[in-house]
């Protein structure tokens, strides 16, 4: 889940309401779904919220979502735009990066808060909506060191030949444009962001920091993304900026250029962005994006419309609502709505561009939803003949994870989705591997971020990620989880087949195997099973301290120390001993 560093007082300047405490504001924010994680060193709130609400990844976001609740802002709002005076020509640009968007920005007051605020907003969309720069970069540019080109075709980027003058007019306004095309490797240079020395972008990739950091997004290029202003190469696209149009407190117009391989996706984050710098009292220009066959005029700041019916949104709240109730609880959510007649009485429900999560109707209800209260909803019993109960396999469940609990384990619960990185390379297999674990993962289609990409295909993976990331805290970790886990099976109905299973790790100065095996077999004592552990070998363990979990005579699981590989690609410095078996074995 995404996580940003909020200042409370600039989140009470900007929602207007001083008066608010700490402790009010994290209540308020836990209505609308945002968890309070703990402060940073500097008193600023980590605030934890839902992966598909990109738009509350800055605190200008934040403090709108605030504002809506209070009830101070209601409905969709749209920034005013003005007329385009400037262009993004598109030139024989690499075919793996082809599209670009952008804006221009004035009159944005960026002292030190709102530069920070800034920076973190364009890293976390790009961690997030960007997939860590693949399918988006924002490049965020001082306007006032750019110089407009000449019309299309005026130059031959390939080459690094110029043939170009200025067409300002006489009022220094008209026809500025600039150019996105591709350069080879040892082209062009410029001077990039945190450096002093010209680079051509090969020398970046190999020899800067940054560069060498994202070099691999580049891997499959010939040549490589850059955009030229009259004066020469000032961004190279998704790496660095150059340091010649640099942001700083100083700036008061920016340029915002996005490059990527989705137009839609680079448009939304654009478009959040904008959202952030009219929150600051910036006003938005139009940019024109000029493609070989098509025109474009940004940001996209169109509305998008989904219908609901009314009976729907009672349905799922469980509620009455009268028509009118549910235009305000709509308004209050920052949509709008306008009722229809007629036998299935429906709204039309207008979508403001930054709600890049809003896809479907039940989504407009859960906003209607949180705008009226979950905590206000009334329990009661379903309309139906009988009581429901849990079913066998959540009390094996329940059972099991007691068990583990007084085994002195601590229970954990994580998500199911995460990426083939963390779910194989970094464990050493493959899904081809014949493993625990290695599996053809279901896939994503159009994931949110390269973080969760698949689901996960065993549980082990999540909890050494829980061990890097609690390396601060002081051991014995011994951390258990009975989960979710899937791969695909063409011989199910849905093609996927899914399981539950009993994960755990004991991170330790001495953690071994038979440590891992005591707390094993005593689990299987507690629900009478027969326990065999025959050696075996696993890629993510050490050979030769490694068995396979046998359960009443079938093969059901794996057991072992892992791998010093995967303790050390995941920064924990102690021994670590696990175990991984299939819930049902235990019936």
Known sequence: MPVVDIDPDELRTLTGHSEKSDDELKDDLF??????????EDGEFKLEFEADRLDRLSVEGIARSLRYHYGDT???????????????????????????TGAVIRGVDLDEDALDSLIQLQE????????????????????????????????????????????????????RSITYTGIEPDGDTFVPLDDDAERTPGEVLSEHPTGEQYADLLDEYERYPAIYDDIGLFSFPPVINGRRTEVSTDSRELFVELTGTDQWTIDRMCAII??????????????????????????????????????????????????DDVVDLAERAGLDAE????????????????????????DVVDDIGRAYGFNE??????????????????????????????????????????????????????????????????????????????????????????????????????????GFAAHVDGSTETGVAERRTVAAVLARHD?????????????????????????????SFIDGRAASVVIDGEAVGVIGELHPAVIVDHDVEVPVAGFEFELDALR
């Open 511 to 539: 953690a071994s195997y038979e440590d891992a095996k005591a707390r094993l077999a005593a689990l299987c004592e507690e629900f009478h099973v027969d326990l065999e552990t025959p050696a075996t070998e696993h890629p």
């Open 124 to 175: 976390k969309l790009h961690a997030t909506m960007g997939r860590k720069r693949a399918k988006g970069a924002i490049g965020i540019h001082d306007l006032a060191m750019l110089k407009g080109q000449v019309a299309r075709g005026a130059t031959d980027r390939a080459s690094g030949e110029t043939a170009s003058e200025s067409v300002n007019g006489e009022d220094g306004n008209a026809d």
């Open 377 to 482: 909803l009334v329990p009661r019993y379903p309309d139906v003949s009988t009581v429901g109960g849990r079913t066998e396999t959540s009390r094996l469940e329940a059972a099991a994870r007691e068990t583990l609990v007084g085994l002195g384990f601590e229970d954990l619960l994580n998500f199911n989705m995460t990426s083939e990185a963390d779910n194989f390379d970094r464990m050493r297999i493959s899904p081809a591997d014949d493993a625990v674990g290695a599996a053809d993962p279901a896939t994503i289609s159009e994931p949110y971020s390269e973080d969760f990409t698949i689901l996960r295909t065993w549980a082990l993976p999540s909890l050494v990620s829980v061990l890097e990331n609690n390396t601060h805290r002081s051991y014995p970790q011994d951390l258990a989880e009975i």
């Open 274 to 323: 904008c959202y952030a710098l009219d929150a600051r009292g910036a006003t938005v220009e139009d940019v024109n994006v000029a493609y070989d066959d098509a025109e474009l005029v940004r940001p996209d700041f169109e509305v998008q419309t989904k219908r609901v019916a009314h009976d729907r949104v009672e349905t799922l709240l469980g509620i009455d609502l009268e028509p």
């Open 74 to 100: 209601r409905g969709v709002y749209v920034p005013d735009t003005n007329a385009a005076e400037w262009t993004i020509n598109v030139e024989d640009v690499p075919d793996d990066r082809p599209y670009v």
């Open 339 to 362: 009722p229809e007649g007629g036998d299935h009485f429906t709204y039309e429900v207008e979508v403001p561009p930054y709600r890049v999560d809003v896809l479907h109707p039940v």
């Open 31 to 40: 209505g609308l779904g945002i968890e309070f994680e703990g402060e940073t």
